[in-house]
């Protein structure tokens, strides 16, 4: 039966600590740190925006778009856009506006608002396009029990390729999200659930899978929950969200040894996203019940200080950033 993906809503917010509006940890003033370069698209009340120079302008208004993406020369941007029981992938031409669909999940074959309608008609969320132009993204589209699993496309409008998953102990994915790819287009990253054996809870985690031999593995398996994986530009390390208690903060994991780096402390933050050319690294915060846009500039293991640079009531957290030095 097909399910409306839920569970990034949930995984959004760090709990009791989003709802308080916690700042711990984060710098306030930006005086004298300058305004980070390039241009970040990020969604209000289900339309695109670009972020450049300390401005905002609207790119796309429709109301019902999601998780716009940079292509890797930042001439066209990926988007999800919302039906009632489905979601689609879409391109579209920065310079002309121009849209073309790349996947077709509303049923047509059955009356809409019937019960077969929502069944055969399916969800995608969470794209990532890779500098080697290779897209992926989660979707339950002909899953076994419409579970989202992971899918790739070669290029723009190549046919879709399910990959196996094998997470769990049952070999099965338990649903995935947030998806990242290295630069490169052959490894994933993304969130998925397991069960935790002594409490039998769902827990978020994050794994890692190759794109060509299709082995999968478990980077963070913290039974407090990681999420939001984004990984560097240069392949070495995984962006992502950890909890503590009921604090989320940003963290790097190196991929070969899973050595890490606090970028933030008690900050409740999340959805990180690294600039193309990995010089910055941007994720989201909550202040005062809304959420707010920061950055760091990081060089190898040196990190430097916090800087805001947008906060709107209507920030669309889910949907993340996305960041492009062209």
């Not at 989003?18 to 289900?46: N, Y």
């Not at 969800?123 to 899953?143: C, E, L, N, R």
């Not at 190549?158 to 990242?180: K, T």
Request: charged fraction near 20%; charge should be negative.
């Amino acid at each position: 039966m097909n399910r409306h993906p839920f569970s990034r809503r949930l995984m959004i917010g760090g709990g009791a600590a989003a709802a308080a509006g916690v700042t711990l940890g984060v710098r306030r003033s930006t005086e004298a740190q300058g305004t980070p370069p390039g241009r970040i698209l990020f969604v209000r009340s289900g339309s695109v925006w670009q972020w450049q120079g300390g401005n905002a302008s609207e790119v796309l208004n429709d109301g019902a778009v999601s998780d716009p993406r940079w292509s890797p020369d930042a001439s066209q941007f990926l988007y999800v856009r919302q039906g009632g029981s489905f979601s689609d992938l879409y391109v579209r031409d920065a310079a002309t506006g121009a849209d073309t669909q790349l996947t077709f999940n509303e049923s047509i074959e059955f009356p809409l608002g019937s019960k077969e309608y929502a069944e055969n008609s399916f969800w995608v969320i969470d794209p990532s396009w890779s500098a080697s132009g290779v897209i992926g993204y989660a979707s339950d589209s002909y899953t076994p029990y419409a579970i989202l699993m992971l899918f790739i496309m070669n290029f723009v409008g190549a046919d879709p390729l399910q990959m196996q998953g094998d997470i769990d102990d049952q070999g099965n994915y338990q649903n995935i999200e947030g998806v990242s790819l290295s630069s490169d287009g052959t490894v994933a990253a993304f969130a998925t659930r397991r069960v935790d054996p002594d409490t039998v809870e769902f827990y978020s985690c994050v794994g890692l899978q190759d794109l060509g031999s299709q082995e999968t593995g478990l980077l963070v398996d913290d039974r407090s929950g990681s999420f939001d994986p984004a990984m560097e530009p240069n392949g070495s390390r995984v962006a992502m969200a950890i909890r503590s208690g009921e604090m989320l903060d940003v963290w790097l994991v190196d991929r070969d040894g899973g050595a890490r780096t606090q970028i933030t402390n008690g900050a409740n933050a999340q959805k990180p996203c690294w600039s193309s050319d990995g010089s910055w690294l941007g994720y989201l915060v909550v202040v005062d019940y809304k959420f707010e846009a920061w950055a760091v500039s990081v060089s190898g293991a040196s990190i430097g200080q916090p800087v805001k640079l947008f906060n709107f009531d209507d920030l669309d957290a889910p949907s993340g950033l996305s960041w492009t030095m062209s």
